[in-house]
Structure formats: structure tokens, C-alpha cells
């Protein structure tokens, strides 16, 4: 025999409501409570460095005299000044090195996701460049890429380049840093790639194989359509660092020789740190991030918003 519960009164169910109520708002002030370090740290260091960098992108501002309004003036300037052109036509020109990195990365994770002997050995050598500190890699690609180096006895024992050293040649200077840029990236692709290709379910290539689709075929319908949420990730962050790259040539050139390596970002640390001219600076700040918010536009229609088939 069962009983029938008994029917809550309207008092009681009132009690449970607000007990309930309260449990979850204290609850949610013990989660804020936990996020409030983070909170601060974040509108200290990053909102509030935007906010004030947009003002100074509208004022004159040399760090001593306090920042006076001049409207769009540091605009009419950068637009007018050949030098930042130069080095936004770099910066754009850099992106070339965005969809070798994703193929190469792709390829190298799918070569460590095998099963084989040693193998983590292997996963370990093409992560070791990104733990590297970017003066250490440079200053030693620098030391290669000079006239008696290892990379110019290479190329000339192959015929392929027999003049001075690639980075004081105008020509080749720019792609002899970005090669410095894929070689050091790979590594850190490639984990996220590896990562990506784990997640896909192995059952699907294999009912595929099953169905008589060759390696390619998996690849192609299967793979890369479930690789499409990693390689948004990893072309939006490989994009964004190309438009904004600055520290490989701080280290390795100095926006030289001739101004064939001179960035758009590094227009605007000479601009800040050399000139003291911080609004200029950061009216160049604001171009960039407006162009690197656009190419973002561009990655997540290519990628159909990231969005992995099957």
C-alpha cells in the first residue's frame, strides 16, 4: 500500500522558496568572490589600458606635459606618413607565413599522433623552439643567417643564394625572419592541431576505410572538416601575431636594413619609446587592432565560424 505525499502548505512552500533563494545568492557572491582577483586584474591591465589608450590616440601626449586634445589630428598624421605604410605593407606581407604554419603544423600532428615506438621523444623536439626564449632563438638564427653561416653555406652549396648575409640583404631579410617565426611556431601549432585531431572520433574514419575511402578521402571529408574549430583558433592567434609581430625584429634587425623589416607595430615602439610621441603611438595602436579585427572577420567566414562537420 502506498501513501500519497503530503501537499506542501502555502507557508512552507514559501520557506523552501526562500531558503532556495538565498542558497544561490550565496552561492553566486562565493563564485564573483572567487573571480574578484581575476576581475581586477583584468580591468587593470587590460580594460582600462584600452580605454586610455584610445584617449591618447585622440590627444598630444609626451609623458611630461599632461594629454591635450587634438581631435584626429595623430590620424591625418599616420595616414600621411610614408613610413607607417612601409611598415603596414610589412606587416601584411607577414601574413604569408599564416597558412604555411597551419599546413606544416597539421602535417607534423598528424605524423606524432601515431602509436609508435619513441614517439614522445618526437612530440618533445618540435615543442623545445617554443619554450625558447625568442632572444635566444634569435640571436642564434642570426648567428646562422650570417655571411659564413650554416644557412648561407647550405644555400650556396645548392646554388640557391651565394651573396652576403640574408638578413643585411633588403630582398630577403623579411622572409629570413619569418622562416625564424614558422620554424619557432610549428611546435606550438602542432600540440593544438594534436589536440584537435584526438577529439574527432575514431570511429568515423574507420566506419569510412570500411566504406573503401582511401587515406586521402578520410582526410579531406572526415579530418580536416573536424579539425575546422582548431584551425579558427589557430589562424585567428597566428594572424593576429603576424600583424602585430615586433619582437622577432627587435632582436634580429631593427626594422633594417633599409627599412625592408620595419613593421607596423614597430612603427609605433618608435614612435612611443623613441620620439615620445605616446598619442601618435597609439592612434598606430588603434589601426592595427582595426585590422586585425577585420582579418579576424575573414578566418571565421573561411572556416564557416569554426564550426566542425559530422
Known amino acids: 500500500m502506498t501513501s500519497t505525499p503530503r501537499r506542501l502548505s502555502r507557508r512552507e512552500e514559501l520557506r523552501l522558496g526562500t531558503a532556495g533563494a538565498r542558497r544561490t545568492a550565496r552561492n553566486t557572491l562565493i563564485a564573483y568572490a572567487f573571480l574578484l582577483p581575476f576581475l581586477i586584474m583584468l580591468l587593470a591591465f587590460h580594460t582600462w589600458p584600452v580605454i586610455f589608450g584610445t584617449y591618447l590616440a585622440f590627444t598630444e601626449y609626451n609623458i611630461i606635459n599632461p594629454p591635450k586634445w587634438v581631435g584626429l589630428e595623430n590620424f591625418r598624421e599616420l595616414f600621411a606618413d610614408e613610413q607607417f605604410w ?9 601574413i604569408l607565413v599564416v597558412p604555411l604554419i597551419q599546413v606544416i603544423s597539421i602535417l607534423v600532428a598528424l605524423l606524432v599522433n601515431r602509436p609508435l ?87 568515423l574514419e574507420e566506419a569510412a576505410v570500411i566504406d573503401g575511402a582511401s587515406r586521402a578521402q578520410v582526410f579531406w571529408n572526415i579530418t580536416l ?7 579558427l583558433v589557430c589562424s585567428l592567434m597566428s594572424t593576429i601575431s603576424a600583424i602585430k609581430v615586433f619582437e622577432e625584429i627587435y632582436v634580429m634587425t631593427q626594422g633594417g636594413p633599409a627599412g625592408s623589416t620595419y613593421t607596423a607595430l614597430f612603427y609605433t615602439f618608435s614612435r612611443a619609446f623613441g620620439d615620445f ?12 587592432a582595426v585590422i586585425s579585427i577585420l582579418f579576424g572577420i575573414l578566418n571565421f567566414k573561411l572556416t564557416k565560424g569554426g564550426k566542425a562537420d559530422g
Open 117 to 203: 615506438k619513441g614517439i614522445g621523444f618526437f612530440r618533445t623536439a618540435y615543442y623545445v623552439p617554443v619554450v625558447t626564449s625568442f632572444a635566444v632563438v634569435g640571436l642564434i638564427w642570426t648567428w646562422m643567417y650570417q655571411q659564413d653561416g650554416a644557412v648561407n653555406a647550405v644555400l650556396s652549396a645548392l646554388g640557391l643564394y651565394k651573396g652576403g648575409s640574408l638578413l643585411n640583404n633588403p630582398s630577403t631579410a623579411l622572409y629570413a625572419v619569418m622562416f625564424v617565426t614558422l620554424w619557432k611556431g610549428i611546435g606550438y601549432y602542432m600540440v593544438l592541431y594534436l589536440a584537435g585531431l584526438q577529439s574527432i572520433s575514431p570511429e
Open 86 to 94: 612601409s611598415g603596414l605593407r610589412n606587416s601584411l606581407t607577414y
Open 225 to 231: 572538416p573536424g579539425l575546422r574549430p582548431t584551425i
Open 277 to 288: 610621441r605616446y598619442g601618435l603611438a597609439a592612434a598606430g595602436g588603434i589601426v592595427i
